[in-house]
């Protein structure tokens, strides 16, 4: 059964630091692995999505990489700003049933000024 | 744009009563899903549904059903509401294409409260 974990569950930088967010995913057998945000009482905003074939997908200060062997993906923000405050998901879909996507617990992120 | 809307973002109701949550989508899109939020649990699938009156059972069904009449129209049904049912309730949609579905577009969420 394919399970999600992210870490760490919260994190807390000053503003301008670069960081990275973990997600780590036990079944390499996936079809696309997607990175959300979700601020404070909100649904989710697609951040970016990997197909399993990709390595790395890039979106203005964000990068995401996919390392499927190990089973991993970070989430890379550089020049973290506080409008970056929000909490992180990841989830993979899975390449026998794409209907479904396996979520992690997210990682809530701070950036103070 | 995407737009996925969930008729109401807070809602209080009582155990025993039936608790009906909307979510419409303007996409045209064939994939609709109910999920449910938890702290510490994440986000849990309910049911989906692929096609007008076609419904899959996702990973928490039980004390659930769900309605889909129109395309663009997906309910999550409560037919006896219990406290283990307060939750952040959230609707997403998805097309497919070549076969496969592509990323879930996601509504705002309703909290919903049973006391």
């Known amino acids: 059964k394919q399970e999600v974990t992210q870490i760490p569950a919260a994190l807390s930088v000053p503003e301008g630091e670069n960081l990275v967010l973990n997600c780590s995913f036990t079944?390499?057998?996936?079809?696309?692995l997607q990175w959300f945000r979700q601020d404070p009482g909100k649904g989710l905003t697609s951040l970016l999505l990997i197909q399993s074939s990709q390595r790395e997908q890039t979106s203005g200060r964000l990068n995401a990489s996919l390392d499927k062997s190990s089973g991993r993906s970070t989430l890379y923000i550089a020049a973290s700003q506080p409008g970056d405050s929000a909490t992180y998901l990841c989830a993979v879909a899975l390449r026998h049933n794409t209907d479904k996507l396996i979520f992690g617990t997210g990682t809530r992120l701070q950036v103070f000024p | 744009d995407v737009k996925v809307t969930q008729s109401s973002r807070y809602l209080v109701k009582r155990t025993g009563e039936k608790v009906f949550l909307e979510c419409v989508q303007d996409?045209?899109?064939?994939?609709m899903f109910w999920y449910r939020q938890d702290p510490g649990l994440g986000l849990r699938l309910i049911y989906f549904?692929?096609?007008?009156?076609?419904?899959e059972k996702g990973d928490i069904p039980e004390g659930y059903s769900v309605s889909r009449e129109k395309k663009e129209r997906f309910s999550l049904i409560l037919e006896s509401a219990s406290t283990n049912q307060t939750s952040m309730y959230l609707c997403?949609?998805?097309?497919?294409?070549?076969?496969?579905?592509?990323?879930?577009?996601f509504g705002d969420g309703t909290r919903l409260s049973i006391l």
């Open positions: 549904s692929y096609d007008v009156k076609m419904k």
């Open positions: 996409m045209d899109h064939e994939n």
């Open positions: 997403a949609s998805s097309v497919r294409q070549g076969g496969r579905n592509q990323p879930q577009h």
């Open positions: 079944d390499s057998a996936i079809y696309n």
